[in-house]
Nanobody, 121 residues
């Protein structure tokens, strides 16, 4: 089973940027579609961005135009560039393999430990 390690979180002020990294184990990474999720206190985990094995990118409306997902298969890593951060982006961010379903992308496999992003206003 693929394991993921997230990093790059931190404390920033509103309007600033962060880049998160998600590094996977194993040698099947290039065949996987990957999603970035976040979970704020008291809220459900939500998918904010995804990138398919073919490179197709999708974003939640709340981050469109501010967040950019990318991948480097040679490094087994997916990135999430977060610009113009807002206080409502504060959450623990996780990555996961995602698979298609009738409801759209759904997470598959285990979760990493996540990385905390805190945006002060």
């Amino acid at each position: 089973q693929v394991q993921f390690v997230e990093s790059g979180g931190g404390l920033v002020q509103a309007g600033e940027s962060l880049r998160l990294s998600c590094t996977a184990s194993g040698n099947t990474f290039s065949f996987l579609s990957i999603g970035w999720y976040r979970q704020a206190p008291g809220k459900q985990r939500e998918l904010v961005a995804s990138i398919s094995s073919g490179g197709t990118k999708e974003y939640d409306d709340s981050v469109t135009g501010r967040f950019t997902i990318s991948r480097n298969n040679a490094e087994n890593t997916v990135y999430l560039q977060m610009d113009s951060l807002k206080s409502e982006d504060t959450a623990v961010y996780y990555c996961s393999e995602v698979r298609p379903s009738v409801r759209g992308w759904v997470p598959y496999g285990s979760w990493g430990q996540g990385t905390q992003v805190t945006v002060s206003s």
